[in-house]
Structure formats: structure tokens, C-alpha cells
């Protein structure tokens, strides 16, 4: 595999394990398969669920981990006991560093927060923010509802049709990696901040 431009891989995820054994057989194959390339982890810290078994995976296999939590929820939540632990002061906050310390970004089954800071990193992507390869780890066809919305918004005219290529998608972990060290940045993007200065 081709790991040169990839050192850091930022994964979103649920903290709950979901109902099928699948998905945190995918999450330790994808910890382990990272790891087996020395690629680092970015997360959000998360010892439990879909989040702590990804973590688990690539420390066993002797990878680095970075979690990455507010103050507000360092308390609350089960935070990872054996990770490299960066608090921050806000979500935003959390989300932006999560984005500078890394390379690409895959997003597994979640709920909620998962979705959100998928769609998030699409949007930044986008707007030209960065050009880092997003993927999407479609384990049992979670997300096919998902890339059907977005299939209707490019058809409904509110998603140009390239940026439907932002998204690279597998269904297991070495697939998906494989997509992502070939992945092309789109050309022809301008940066949002270019974009007002002219």
C-alpha cells in the first residue's frame, strides 16, 4: 500500500457498538489494518463502542492513538484510558484539531455526532478548507440510505455532480484504504476564502 501522503487517519464512529458483530469487526479489522501501515489514529477519545474497539485494535497492533475530548465531556464520558489524551475547550474546537492532525478521514456506522462530522468534513472539502480524501466505511450497507440522499440532492440540483466524488466509499476496511491512498484531490475547487477576496 502506498502510505506516503497518509500518517494520520481521523475516524468518526459511534460510541455504542450497534446490534450486529459486524461492525466492530470491521472497526478492529480497520484498527488493525492501520496500524499494519503505520498509520496513526485521530478520534474522540471514546473508550466504548465502535470508537474504544477501533483505539483497542490499533494499540494492540502497536499503532499510535490521539483522542481528542472537550473538558465539558472529559468527565462525563469514558474517556480511553491508554490513548495520548489532547483536551480542548469546545467541540469546535475538538473537530478542528481532529481535521489538522490528519491526513484522510473515514467515517464508520454512528449516530448522530458521526453524521454530523461527516457531513461536516464533506462540506469543508467542498468549500476547498482541505483536500484530504474522506471515506466511508459502508459496513452492511449502513450508510446506503445515506449515499441515496445524496445521489437525489445531485439530481434535485443542491450537490454539483463532481463533489459526489469527495466521497470514497468500501465495504471493508482494506478497501477501503486502498481507495484512499489513490484518491486524486478534485481539481478545479477554490478556496471559500480566495472566493471573497476577489
Not at 459486524?22 to 466504548?48: C, D, K, P, S
Request: proline share 4%; aromatic share 8%; net charge negative.
Amino acid at each position: 500500500m502506498n502510505t506516503k501522503k497518509i500518517k494520520r487517519i481521523c475516524v468518526f464512529c459511534g460510541s455504542s457498538s450497534g446490534k450486529q458483530e459486524v461492525y466492530a469487526e470491521q472497526a478492529r479489522a480497520l484498527g488493525q489494518t492501520m496500524a499494519t501501515n503505520n498509520i496513526g489514529l485521530v478520534f474522540g477519545a471514546g473508550g466504548i463502542g465502535l470508537m474504544g474497539t477501533v483505539a483497542d485494535a490499533v494499540i494492540a497492533s502497536k499503532g499510535q492513538v490521539i483522542g481528542i475530548i472537550p473538558y465539558a465531556l472529559a468527565t462525563k464520558e469514558r474517556a480511553h484510558p491508554a490513548v495520548e489524551m489532547r483536551v480542548v475547550n469546545t467541540m469546535h474546537e475538538r473537530k478542528a484539531m481532529m481535521a489538522d492532525l490528519s491526513d484522510a478521514f473515514i467515517a464508520m456506522p454512528g449516530g448522530f455526532g458521526t453524521f454530523e462530522e461527516l457531513l461536516e468534513i464533506i462540506t469543508w472539502g467542498q468549500l476547498g478548507i482541505h483536500q484530504k480524501p474522506i471515506g466511508l466505511l459502508n459496513v452492511a450497507g449502513y450508510y446506503n440510505p445515506l449515499l441515496a440522499m445524496i445521489d437525489r440532492a445531485v439530481e434535485e440540483g443542491f450537490i454539483l455532480p463532481r463533489y459526489r466524488d469527495l466521497i470514497v466509499v468500501a465495504s471493508n476496511a482494506e478497501a477501503l484504504l486502498e481507495k484512499l491512498f489513490g484518491y486524486q484531490p478534485l481539481e478545479g475547487i477554490v478556496k471559500w476564502i480566495e472566493m471573497s477576496e476577489t
